[in-house]
């Protein structure tokens, strides 16, 4: 099994329609979804993302790190939230980012999350990591 994270990307299009469906509608079917991806036992994570309005950047070209109110003014697209799926292959996430509830012009990028037994294991830094994850019950 790998992980793979399906990050969910709004556009203009797919947030004007999400304004005029209810609260409870979405609740209704992205419940129904999540329900699915529990019975199927692939889900490890899923998290949606408030107003990316409310967000601020942090903008690492300077000498120092610069935080600004809000998203990048040029993005067309925003990340509206995501789900973490372990499953067999990239052909697997993308079924299921098929089956996602989505509006019309919305998008859904597929990455595959590396996991700590792909990178070097006599790093000094992934053993703390790999402590602290079998500490907290995440190995």
Do not use: C, H
Request: aromatic share 10%; hydrophobic share 40%.
């Amino acid at each position: 099994m790998a992980k793979y994270m399906l990050i969910m990307r709004n556009t203009d299009e797919g947030l004007a329609q999400m304004v005029n469906t209810s609260f409870d509608e979405m609740l209704e079917t992205v419940g129904r979804f999540n329900e699915e991806l529990i019975k199927a036992g692939v889900l490890v994570a899923a998290e949606g993302l408030d107003d990316a309005a409310q967000g601020v950047v942090v903008d690492y070209s300077g000498e120092t790190p610069v935080a600004t109110d809000g998203p990048y003014g040029e993005t067309k697209e925003l990340f509206g939230g995501f789900y973490i799926l372990d499953v067999k292959t990239q052909e697997e996430a993308v079924e299921w980012a098929k089956r996602m509830p989505a509006f019309p012009g919305a998008k859904t990028e597929i990455r595959r999350v590396p996991g700590i037994e792909e990178f070097p294991q006599d790093n000094e830094w992934i053993k703390k990591e790999r402590a602290w994850r079998e500490q907290t019950g995440q190995l």
